[in-house]
T-cell receptor, first 114, second 115 residues
């Protein structure tokens, strides 16, 4: 049972444009959501997170939006840069329920076209 | 550099063997997590330790075990290895437990190849 889903395995975006990566979840107990970026042969790198009490969190070029009623979150990257090319994983946890483990989606490979 | 270190970086071994993967968390982090990433799959949670005690278990096989030592480093032991155990094994650490939100910081991983 895939509790965190990233339905787009890949996405290509022109440099300078907006990249939008999507993630859906099914577990209502999730209350903390994170995005990680991963380059080949490296560990995931934390990008940005959002708790369920917010609907938006911004950090520089990265913004995460959370729609709890739709159980959907998205990561916006503006403007997209070539160095953003990587695999992006959405992850969720149920921290306030005492469950800190991360449940990951299967990832979206983002390619920024120069 | 996340501050989480993992050794070895690569490990090649044969079926039926036993290996130990080592992880040192970021300075001050009490919680350690182990994840497995098989080919073309997302990261799967295996087990979590907090300050030396097992905190949560995921889809960890009985052939696998882990522990966290008083200096907070952790080891993941994989025994009776099978071809399907070939994967990337990641360790992550975070500061404190629950009631607050903490991102997990990941090490570079150990690539295990079972021949």
């Amino acid at each position: 049972d895939q509790q965190v889903k990233q339905n787009s395995p890949s996405l290509s975006v022109q440099e300078g444009r907006i990249s939008i990566l999507n993630c859906d979840y099914t577990n209502s107990m999730f209350d903390y959501f994170l995005w990680y970026k991963k380059y080949p042969a490296e560990g995931p790198t934390f990008l940005i997170s959002i708790s369920s009490i917010k609907d938006k969190n911004e950090d520089g070029r990265f913004t995460v939006f959370l729609n709890k009623s739709a159980k959907h979150l998205s990561l916006h990257i503006v403007p997209s840069q070539p160095g953003d090319s990587a695999v992006y994983f959405c992850a969720a946890s149920a921290v306030l329920f005492g469950n800190e483990k991360l449940t990951f989606g299967t990832g979206t490979r983002l390619t920024i076209i120069p | 550099d996340s501050g989480v270190t993992q050794t070895p970086k690569h490990l090649i071994t044969a079926t039926g063997q036993r290996v130990t993967l080592r992880c040192s968390p970021r300075s001050g982090d009490l919680s350690v997590y182990w994840y497995q990433q098989s080919l073309d799959q997302g990261l799967q949670f295996l087990i979590q330790y907090y300050n030396g005690e097992e905190r949560a278990k995921g889809n960890i096989l009985e052939r696998f075990s882990a522990q966290q030592f008083p200096d907070l480093h952790s080891e993941l032991n994989l025994s009776s290895l099978e071809l399907g155990d070939s994967a990337l094994y990641f360790c992550a650490s975070s500061a404190i437990l629950a009631v607050t939100y903490n991102e997990q910081f990941f090490g570079p991983g150990t690539r295990l190849t079972v021949l």
